[in-house]
């Protein structure tokens, strides 16, 4: 009995010991879950039941060096819903559609789907937004996010680039500069039950306008539209399939204005083609044709090889070399050196390419920058072609010195000029002027890098001097300004057909280079026009554009200051400037513009232009800046306005008053 009974308090103990070890593990094992790998499971669970939504951040401001707004993040609001609590979408549908102009039965589609969030519409115009807010519908919700709005629409849109639906730069210096104009993300938290169904929402982190920076252009506004207008009107007399122009100043490298057209809306750009989004100033090579020439030239001159009045027999316009005939399109029997630019000789240039050699051409190309970037801080930048002088044949060496068989950008072409007016030095161009925080506080500015020389002062002086004989007695004669001495080359370039392996005998790309003032240079002013009809010249259609952009971009930066022009006396005159070509403000009847997240509307409000700087210029010239504005104009006085109402860069309303006071003395008396 005794033996059964230890045996049977052995059996409980096992059992009890075995029951203790379950406990144990089962308390090791509750340990480790809800103690050791606490933060592991929290972290499952918030997944299974928060749902964090991504808001659109504002991004930062893009200005022009004078202030005027580019690029700006408005606010805007932007519809969702959560279908599960959606009581009738049908009529929900319809309420919608009916407020805001969508699409019922699209947004019908999204109401029933399956989901505890989804987006009905994006960046709609605040007082829509509002207006829906205000209808307390069941299960629909606004939230505000950062809309991206381009004031001056085409204008340097090529340059500035777009920003996606979700804030994220895309194009231009929207993309190039996106680490300085992202914001700081918002995000929506949903917070569902484990059939998807929404519990409750909260905004726990903000868009941050505290956090976004402001990027300051070197471009101009002003000079930008005259650039656009002035190649606009040549395109489309000459029927070209396009153009670019390039306006530098010649010392520091600031592009002032950068043209490519035809262009697009940034605020619609899904409507365009991707090809017209490009920057053709950064992207087209081309071969520059005659504006070569020049380089050739220099090359000549730095070496001690030639002088100015070295005499070239140009055989009449007919010259073989290379086992290929040469022609001019004037038959000339001798020309100095100087006339051989002056008048473009291309067997001229071909006979100084001779004395130069291959090697010492290429040199001096290739230390101008052709074959290379200049690393100007934009995205797509091409290099252009340069081959090594070693792999050219004889007739390589008269085509390069005339500019054929090697092809490059107009800002190279602008950049290679720069250097022949500013005393020799190759400078780097550049599109950002400074970056400043919110305050207002400086924290990158350009600094320019060390110093490329490419030809001596005197060398540069001294191809200036041939280069303004080009416009007083040449070829580019049509580049001519009133008070201004300038000088500059022509280019007239057949275009390759690579799938024929010869020059197209139609297709051109004609080109003008100038430097303005000749004797004390400011700017570089590069014109390319792509494919223009007919039997044109460089001459004949890109000076003409220099001279129009050269002589107000001159008069915008306050140089060489001329007499007033002649006005007439007006006192308290009014002048009703009708709607036009350059109306700045979103057509507020624009169709929506359909994305994968909804729909993305210009907002009728933002009917507002931007007041141009109309001090230190003539009546006639502030008329002619106003055109195209719905403004009201009050004129008191004549001569050159003096004070302006509202002041440069303030908004405008359609029908608001400006007034400009002008006096024949000017603003300083």
Not at 159 to 183: C, H, P, Y
Not at 325 to 339: G, S
Not at 509 to 536: N, Q
Request: some cysteine.
């Amino acid at each position: 009995m005794k033996r059964e009974d230890r045996s049977l308090r052995v059996k409980i103990y096992m059992m009890l010991g075995v029951y203790v070890l379950l406990v144990l593990l089962l308390a090791a094992r509750a340990f480790q879950h809800q103690v050791i790998n606490r933060e592991v499971y929290l972290k499952w669970a918030r997944d299974q039941q928060l749902q964090p939504v991504k808001l659109v951040p504002l991004r930062g401001k893009i200005v022009d060096r004078r202030g005027n707004l580019l690029a700006v993040s408005l606010k805007a609001g932007s519809l969702f819903a959560h279908p599960a609590q959606v009581q009738n979408p049908e009529r929900t549908a319809q309420v919608l559609a009916q407020n805001l102009g969508l699409d019922a039965g699209q947004l019908l589609e999204k109401l029933k789907q399956p989901v505890s969030f989804v987006w009905l519409a994006r960046q709609l115009p605040i007082e829509e937004a509002e207006k829906v807010k205000r209808l307390a519908l069941p299960g629909i919700g606004v939230e505000r996010e950062g809309r991206r709005y381009y004031p001056f629409r085409e204008l340097a849109a090529n340059v500035i680039g777009f920003a996606g639906v979700d804030s994220q730069g895309l194009e231009g210096v929207e993309i190039f500069r996106e680490a300085v104009l992202k914001g700081k993300q918002g995000r929506l938290l949903l917070q569902q039950d484990a059939r998807g169904r929404l519990l409750w929402q909260e905004l726990y982190q903000d868009s941050r306008e505290d956090s976004v920076k402001e990027i300051v252009l070197t471009l101009d506004v002003r000079i930008q539209h005259f650039a656009e207008e002035a190649l606009r009107r040549a395109i489309e007399e000459n029927g070209a399939v396009g153009g670019t122009v390039v306006v530098m100043d010649a010392h520091r490298g600031d592009l002032l204005a950068l043209v490519s057209l035809p262009t697009f809306n940034p605020n619609r750009f899904s409507t365009y083609p991707p090809e017209l989004r490009r920057n053709r100033a950064i992207t087209d090579a081309f071969e520059p044709g005659s504006t070569a020439k020049p380089f050739a030239l220099a090359a000549a001159l730095e070496e001690g090889l030639l002088n100015e009045e070295v005499r070239f027999n140009c055989e009449r316009g007919k010259y073989f070399f290379g086992g290929h005939w040469i022609n001019d399109i004037h038959p000339y029997d001798v020309l100095t050196l100087r006339e051989v630019i002056v008048k473009s000789s291309n067997i001229g240039t071909a006979k100084m390419a001779e004395i130069l050699g291959s090697q010492i051409l290429w040199k001096y190309l290739d230390a101008f920058g052709f074959g290379r970037k200049t690393g100007v801080d934009l995205p797509g930048e091409a290099t252009g072609t340069l081959r090594h002088w070693k792999s050219w044949t004889t007739i390589c060496l008269a085509n390069h010195a005339f500019g054929q068989g090697f092809s490059v950008t107009a800002l190279q072409l602008a950049c290679a000029y720069a250097a022949l007016a500013n005393g020799g030095r190759l400078v780097e161009p550049h599109v950002v002027h400074e970056i400043r925080d919110e305050k207002g506080t400086v924290l990158e500015a350009w600094r320019p890098g060390p110093e490329r020389r490419v030809i001596s002062a005197r060398t540069s002086e001294r191809v200036r001097a041939v280069l303004e004989g080009v416009v007083e007695e040449g070829t580019g004669k049509r580049a001519k300004l009133a008070g201004f001495r300038v000088g500059g080359k022509t280019g007239t370039a057949q275009k390759f057909e690579p799938a024929l392996g010869i020059y197209s005998p139609t297709k051109m790309v004609c080109s003008f280079v100038g430097i303005a003032p000749i004797e004390k240079p400011e700017i570089v002013v590069a014109v390319a026009i792509d494919e223009p009809r007919g039997r044109v010249t460089g001459g004949m259609v890109a000076a003409p554009v220099f001279q129009q952009v050269a002589s107000k971009a001159l008069f915008y930066r306050n140089v060489d200051a001329t007499v007033p022009e002649p006005a007439s006396p007006v006192q308290a005159e009014l002048f009703r400037v009708a709607p036009a070509a350059w109306d700045l403000a979103e057509p507020a009847a624009a169709a929506p513009v359909a994305t994968s997240q909804g729909a993305v509307r210009p907002d009728p409000s933002l009917s507002t232009l931007i007041m141009p700087e109309l001090r230190r210029r003539t009546v006639r010239m502030a008329l002619r800046e106003l055109e195209g504005f719905p403004v009201t104009v009050r004129l008191e006085g004549s001569g050159v306005v003096i004070e302006q109402d509202p002041k440069p860069g303030s908004l405008l309303e359609t029908g608001q008053l400006v007034k400009l006071t002008a006096s024949a003395l000017g603003p300083d008396g």
